[in-house]
């Protein structure tokens, strides 16, 4: 065998055996560094708790304000009349689906190369909203289909990378929780949610790669919106609330898994403090 | 190399392979991925009857013809990409976005006439959204004729006031 692929082999093999190896009970966590402070339930309690009514208010009536300006003031559309509205939530919570799934990858980076424990956190309490969010955008766009295509569902690139970036939410919520020990599970749901993340570039380029039924992009970075600027303003706001509203969710969620972490800390020192004495 | 670091380059590595997996087996697949076959794919395939696909493109102009057959519209048109166009059947209910030049995909095979006969017809719609005032505002300025194309590019008109030029014409 050559001498690289050698190497290889064996970085892959000590890579297996890191992460397959079985996790020791507790797992040894070496607190310090800079990616380690938030690490530190209590700062992380006190830091969230200030944050949360700051993403938690805004959020709700961003949404508010975006959802009822698109309904009922912005401008029907040319050729789809009152049907375009769905959009103002379709779009938002599509938008939510993929950078929700980027949220998730992230955490799973840091859950599995640093071995943070918020990450680890963060990431099984992502994939629940993530997929609410995405279960939303595929019903809202199922309705508009009917409508205007003609057809509830088609297996086109779009709808079908939707509905696997759906089910990887899915196999990551039931994955996390699915171990005895939870840190096989942050592992294992780590792993998966990495492999899933390169639905993210097909989700998004899959409307220009392949011909489709789903229209193409509406929005992009470079280039003119191609939204008239009354139906443009509402699908902003809502998106800036969607976002706001995912990252309030998440961040309770995530605050009540600290505090759970902590109660279970504290019954088992109990019990275990019971024991001696008795 | 401490384990952070060997943790990380695996991650990495791991993710190149798979990426370039799946970009592999995705530009393989590609026309398996590919929804439906614009006219100038099936004039070059020439798919047998028994072959069951989808035809999509836009309707071509003047070549619509709705009849009625048993007590079922039938409706005759040719759809087209520019290059091609074949003659379609359909026999059922149009979607509404249906109509010359709009873009459409129906399923269905070639029948040995030459004539694609459809079981289905969906509407696709293109992703510029444009208020009704800011349609008539562009035909009223003679910026848009319907009958010789599509809308102009939305960069054009997606921050125009529809007021002003109904204004002026007053």
Not at chain 1, 26 to 52: D, E, I, Q, T
Not at chain 2, 41 to 53: E, G, H, L, R, Y
Request: proline share 8%; with cysteine.
């Amino acid at each position: 065998m050559p001498r690289r692929l050698q190497i290889v082999a064996v970085i892959l093999y000590e890579g297996f055996v890191e992460f397959t190896a079985p996790v020791a009970e507790p797992a040894p966590r070496r607190v310090g560094g800079r990616l380690h402070r938030f690490a530190n339930p209590g700062r992380f309690l006190r830091l969230s708790g200030r944050v949360l009514p700051w993403l938690a208010w805004p959020g709700a009536i961003l949404t508010a304000a975006g959802l009822v300006w698109g309904f009922a003031f912005s401008p029907p559309d040319w050729q789809q009349g009152e049907t375009v509205r769905i959009l103002y939530v379709h779009v938002p919570a599509a938008w939510m689906a993929s950078a929700g799934y980027a949220g998730l990858a992230v955490a799973s980076l840091f859950s599995l190369v640093w071995r943070h424990p918020l990450a680890d956190l963060a990431a099984a309490e992502i994939s629940p909203v993530g997929a609410g969010f995405t279960a939303l955008c595929l019903v809202s766009g199922s309705l508009w289909g009917a409508p205007e295509w003609g057809t509830w569902w088609v297996w086109d690139a779009r709808l079908t990378s939707v509905l696997v970036l759906f089910f990887l939410y899915l196999g990551h919520v039931v994955l996390v929780r699915a171990f005895d020990n939870p840190e096989r599970g942050y592992r294992a749901g780590a792993i998966l949610a990495l492999i899933g993340a390169v639905d993210l570039p097909i989700i998004h380029y899959s409307v220009q790669w392949w011909n489709t039924l789903h229209q193409g992009n509406s929005i992009s970075l470079i280039g003119p919106s191609r939204l008239y600027i009354t139906m443009l303003w509402p699908l902003l706001i809502a998106s800036l609330g969607f976002t706001l509203v995912f990252a309030a969710i998440v961040t309770a969620r995530l605050r009540a898994a600290v505090m759970e972490r902590r109660i279970r800390a504290l019954l088992q020192s109990r019990a275990e403090a019971a024991e001696v004495v008795a | 190399m401490t384990r952070k670091r060997r943790r990380l380059l695996l991650v990495l590595a791991c993710g190149a392979g798979l990426g370039s997996a799946v970009a592999l087996t995705l530009s393989a697949l590609s026309a398996d991925v590919t929804f439906f076959l614009l006219p100038a794919a099936v004039m070059a395939k020439d798919p047998p009857p028994s072959q069951i696909f989808r035809l999509g493109g836009l309707v071509q102009r003047g070549s619509v013809v709705k009849t009625e057959a048993g007590g079922r519209p039938l409706i005759r048109f040719a759809i087209t990409d520019g290059k091609a166009a074949v003659p379609v059947r359909f026999r059922g209910v149009l979607p509404d976005l249906f109509r010359e030049g709009q873009g459409i995909i129906a399923l269905g095979h070639l029948a040995p006439g030459g004539v694609f006969v459809a079981s289905e017809v969906l509407a696709k719609h293109d992703a510029n959204y444009m208020p009704p005032a800011v349609e008539a505002a562009l035909k009223k300025d003679g910026l848009w004729n319907p009958a010789a194309g599509p809308p102009p590019p939305p960069a054009t008109w997606d921050t125009m006031n529809p007021a002003k030029p109904a204004a002026k014409g007053s």
